[in-house]
């Protein structure tokens, strides 16, 4: 179909940036992004294919600044979009709505930036004060947004995908089909994946396990109507492939030392070194059965060796893969009406 993005993406690293992401809302991280986003708005390519991919990417990338902060939930991110793409293609939604709804995948915890260390890396069992603070995440997560000319395209999915069909949700307690569809499917997927993905206080659960808790808790949790559509992905193993990954056919490997999930990214190759940026340790990565293994070399990562770097390779084919079927015509509609209803931060 003649219109629609085909447009590489090139993307720089920007290491010395992520360096930044454990700042608190007002901090460097947040004026990148503003950085970003204005630089965007004003470009003088607003209504080209380019354009359009660079706008994707600056929001994929701050979205990565979150899951950068903490070492245990390395992939998360773009398992959330895979499982939403996939649950949208099951529920017949057509190429456009399925990009839409993997990329509210990818985005949904873009708020998580705005919440302190102490909290969202904490080992133990949250008080009631510092859960009230996590769910002001989603809230967080649109007003970054506020001015970005692709802000309402995500806002359903960054704003309300921890809402339940029986209102007891949250930011808004919404219920039933006051809940849009994006956040129905992004919470499920959301869910599934915080349950079969080790934690420090606990290892992941089963496959079967998590399906269980999906299926005992349809219509008060979950939507009904997409939780089954989900257990029958999971019970004909079209799931599979992404558990336990962090991106196409790269499994998640743990450290061995103290148990968060080493970062291999699509672009490592043998002999490569890699870092615990928890314990330090360092690790050269070793082929074996046609999967690259991280084996401890006994030395240590020094400062510049533990700075997140941020994963070009996988964010550039996030956007390509999440943007393809959306026709141009829709992004040069959210430029030109883009959401102005709350003031940027």
């Known amino acids: 179909m003649p219109g629609r993005l085909k447009q590489t993406v090139m993307i720089r690293p920007l290491k010395r940036q992520t360096k930044q992401v454990n700042t608190p809302v007002e901090g460097n991280a947040m004026n990148l992004f503003q950085q970003l986003r204005q630089s965007l708005i004003h470009s003088p390519e607003k209504r080209t294919e380019k ?11 701050m979205a990565w600044f979150v899951e950068a902060r903490d070492p ?3 992939g998360h991110l773009w398992r959330v979009s895979r499982y939403a793409r996939l649950l949208a293609e099951k529920a017949g939604e057509n190429a456009a709505e399925t990009a839409m709804i993997s990329l509210g995948g990818f985005l949904h915890d873009l708020g998580k930036i705005a919440i302190p260390d102490s909290i969202l890396r904490k080992t133990g069992p949250l008080t009631d004060e510092e859960y009230d603070i996590i769910k002001t995440h989603p809230d967080l997560g649109y007003r970054m947004l506020a001015g970005h000319p692709m802000a309402r395209l995500v806002k359903d999915a960054i704003v ?11 930011p808004k307690k919404l219920a039933q089909e006051e809940i849009p569809k994006v956040a129905k499917i992004v919470g499920i997927c959301d869910a599934f994946d915080a349950m079969t ?7 992941g659960m089963p496959k079967e396990k998590a399906l269980s808790i999906i299926r005992e808790n349809m219509d008060s949790q979950f939507d009904i109507y997409y939780a089954d559509l989900f257990l029958q ?15 196409e056919g790269i499994p998640l490997r743990d450290c061995p030392m103290c148990g968060p999930t080493l970062v291999i990214r699509r672009e490592h190759q043998e002999n490569d070194h890699i870092y615990c ?7 050269v990565l070793k082929l074996q059965d046609g999967l690259l293994q991280p084996e401890p070399t006994g030395g240590q990562g020094q400062a510049s060796d533990l700075e997140p770097e941020l994963d070009t390779g996988l964010i550039a084919a996030t956007v390509q893969q999440s943007v393809a079927d959306l026709p141009v015509e829709l992004f040069t509609r959210y430029i030109d009406h883009g959401d102005s ?5």
Do not use: K, W
């Open 51 to 61: 354009y359009a991919s660079q706008m994707m990417a600056s929001l994929l990338t």
């Open 72 to 74: 245990y939930t390395g």
């Open 160 to 170: 309300a995908h921890h809402e339940r069909p029986d209102g007891r949700g949250y």
């Open 197 to 203: 993905s080790h934690r420090p206080y606990r290892a």
């Open 233 to 247: 992905l999971g019970e004909e193993g079209v799931l599979d492939h992404i558990i336990a990954h962090s991106d």
């Open 277 to 283: 940026r928890n314990c330090t340790g360092e690790f």
């Open 341 to 345: 209803s709350i003031p940027i931060p």
